[in-house]
């Protein structure tokens, strides 16, 4: 009997995941704790084991898709058996409006000039520039996404017809065509960064210290014990800046503390993070209980958790 696999939930706050490849194609065999795919969520990329053996029947999802947790994404089954379609056609509440012709009259009444018919689609900007500027909507090509007219087509236009009306004008010393935007789409964990730094900025409150200090003591006490460890072992500055953060967090434990309500909760652990450069952003590792560790306990657990 063909058996659904499932987009798994692999976080509390996961709602969503994005399945960037498929590790097992149509008609392969695959056995139960084997690799189907490779999902991408705000965090990490994972990979997502199947729950059944058999043979892979079907692929519910293209690969790059968002689908929303313990949505279908494929079916595995025995080898021959016949499972109907899973994949439903992608048609928008928008483009169904857009597509049902207007209803017919006994006198229709003329459109005016700068009227939209159903199946044009524009921005409210485009319709509002094109309707005080008497521009038909209807003989404007849109640029913008899904072929939608957005406000440069309709300058576009104006432009155009200004040319046509003045041919003798001079020419303009600047482009007739203005650049396209760039629509990029972001992976789950730059879309993940995103929110996490604008929470940051507007939930708690900020303020900064600039103080400088001279460093030449702790370069030289850097120097003689880096001269007793091992090359992989050896200490950073940055570990001494973790180490001296935690310190002062200590000393002063109003700085490690949160909001709650009506409420200043002081932390019992001094926690520090670090933030560790990945392929498209930012990831934080935290070394727990920073002030109670020595230099060369924190700088092997940054470097472990940062590999």
Do not use: C
Request: charged residues 20%; without cysteine.
């Amino acid at each position: 009997m063909a058996e659904t696999i499932n987009m798994p939930k692999l976080g509390f706050d996961m709602a969503e995941g994005t399945l960037i490849r498929w590790v097992k194609n149509v008609g392969e065999a695959i056995a139960k704790g084997e690799v189907l795919a490779e999902i991408e969520t705000d965090k990490a990329t994972v990979e997502v084991e199947s729950a059944y053996s058999g043979v892979v029947l079907q692929h519910l999802v293209d690969a790059g898709t968002s689908v929303p947790v313990n949505a279908p994404i494929a079916v595995v089954g025995a080898e021959g058996e016949k499972v109907e379609s899973g994949k439903q056609a992608a048609s928008s509440s928008e483009s169904a409006v857009e597509s049902q012709p207007m209803p017919a009259t006994d006198s229709p009444a003329p459109l005016p000039a700068a009227s939209t018919p159903l199946t044009v689609k524009a921005s409210p900007l485009a319709k509002k520039i094109a309707r005080e500027r008497g521009v038909s909507l209807g003989s404007v090509s849109g640029t913008g996404p899904g072929g939608r007219i957005v406000r440069r087509d309709i300058e576009s236009a104006i432009h155009q017809q200004s040319a046509i009306v003045s041919p003798a004008a001079p020419a303009p010393n600047y482009p007739t065509s203005q650049p396209e935007d760039q629509v990029i789409t972001t992976t789950k964990l730059r879309q993940a960064i995103g929110r996490r730094l604008v929470e940051s900025k507007t939930t708690i409150p900020h303020f900064y210290v600039t103080h400088e200090y001279k460093m030449e003591a702790l370069m030289a006490l850097r120097g003689q014990l880096n001269g007793y460890l091992p090359e992989g072992e050896k200490l950073s500055v940055n570990d001494f800046i973790v180490k001296a953060a935690a310190l002062a967090l200590k000393q002063f434990p109003n700085l490690n503390a949160t909001l709650r309500g009506a409420e200043i909760v002081r932390r019992g652990q001094v926690n520090v993070g670090v933030a560790v450069t990945v392929p498209g952003g930012l990831l934080t590792v935290v070394v727990k209980d920073a002030d109670q560790k020595p230099l060369r306990v924190i700088s092997a657990e940054i470097k472990a958790m940062a590999a």
